[in-house]
C-alpha cells in the first residue's frame, strides 16, 4: 500500500473538446495519476480539514446535472454519492485542492 500527498487536478487536451478527466498530482515524485474505481482518495478543504474521503465509485452522471463553473468544461462521470456540481468544482479550484491518494 502506498499513500501519496499531492493535489486535484482536471487534466484535458487539446481536442477533447471540453472534456476532462479527474487526476490527482503527487507533488513529492512530480507525477500525474488518474483516479480509477477502487482508490482511496481523500480531498481537504482550504482550512485543511477533510472535505471528503472514500473509496473512489465513478457512476455516470445524470443527463440533466449541470455544473456552476464559469468554465465550458464537462465529464461523463462523478463520484458516487457526490453531486456532480460539488465533484466538478473541487477539481477545477484555483489553487488546487490538497489531497491524499492511497494505491494498493
Known sequence: MTEL????????????????AFTFYDVNNHQLIFLQNGQTLTIYNRYDTILW???LQFVKRGFFEKHSLEANIWSETKQKGVSY????????????????LILE
Open 85 to 100: 456540481g460539488d465533484w466538478m468544482a473541487w477539481f477545477w479550484q484555483k489553487p488546487p485542492l490538497k489531497a491524499k
Open 53 to 55: 474521503s472514500g473509496k
Open 5 to 20: 500527498k499531492g493535489q486535484l487536478e482536471a487534466y484535458w487536451e487539446q481536442g477533447w473538446e471540453g472534456s476532462i
